[in-house]
Every structure is written in structure tokens, then in C-alpha cells.
């Protein structure tokens, strides 16, 4: 199994080992992730799309947040973080249900986040979401 598979970096590895002092203390903080992406400052409560602009199987991203935003499925909108857990490129906007990175072709589902294709090994962070009159909004 590589480094890139349990979502860690040699480094990270390492550097999380040293500041632990212990080995497998740092194994155990490259290996879990959150299930939801922590909520960059003032993004809360705001809109960052319109229904109207996230077409169904596809979606955009909001540079201005580094958030891609897609439609799965008629009326259901899910968010991401917009970094590739690879090596930290922008990803491109969502087509036929599906998120790829540009600089390596990981490619990421568009419903849930999970790596669909490497080399990343980890999934995107996803954002918590609700449809309020017409803007998508983080909650």
C-alpha cells in the first residue's frame, strides 16, 4: 500500500511522528480525515451559487472559496472542498457526476467526494448545504 493510499505524505508522516515522539501516534493523524471540511471564515450563512447555475450531473467551481458546488441529481447539491487531495491543484468543475483534477487526472465522485481514480488517495472534504430561495448556501 503506498503513502498516498491511507492519505498521508511521508512527511506529513514523519513531521506529525517527531512532533508526537511517537511512531505510531502520527500513523493515526494521516490515516483519519473528517467527514465534513471545517468551514473557512465568513462563508457561513452566505450563498455561494445559484440553483440556477449548477446544472444537473455537473457544477462549477467558486474560486472565491475554493468550493466546488454540483447537482447529482435534480434538486440535490452537494459541496467540496475544491483542493486536490493529491497534491493541492484546483479541480475542475463537475461533468457527467464526475470532479477531475487537471494536474494528474484523479477524479473524485460528485455525490459523495470518494476517489473514483488516483493517484489521490483520499476524498474531498464535503461542506454541509441547504437550498435557501435560490442560493446554495453553506451551513
Do not use: Y
Not at 55 to 70: L, N, Q, R, S
Amino acid at each position: 500500500m503506498t503513502d498516498e493510499a491511507v492519505g498521508c505524505s511521508r512527511r506529513r508522516l514523519l513531521g506529525t511522528a517527531g512532533l508526537a515522539g511517537v511512531g505510531m501516534l502520527g500513523l493515526g493523524a494521516c490515516a483519519t480525515r473528517p467527514a465534513k471540511a471545517i468551514v473557512p471564515p465568513g462563508i457561513k450563512g452566505k450563498v455561494i451559487a445559484r440553483t440556477g447555475e449548477i446544472p444537473v450531473g455537473g457544477g462549477k467551481v467558486v474560486d472565491k472559496w475554493k468550493i466546488v458546488v454540483a447537482q447529482p441529481t435534480q434538486g440535490t447539491f452537494k459541496a467540496f472542498t475544491a483542493t486536490c487531495t493529491h497534491q493541492g491543484c484546483t479541480v475542475g468543475s463537475p461533468k457527467d457526476g464526475v470532479i477531475t483534477c487537471p494536474c494528474h487526472g484523479s477524479e473524485f465522485d460528485a455525490t459523495d467526494g470518494s476517489v473514483k481514480q488516483g493517484p489521490a488517495g483520499a476524498p474531498l472534504q464535503e461542506f454541509t448545504v441547504r437550498v435557501q430561495g435560490d442560493g446554495i448556501v453553506v451551513e
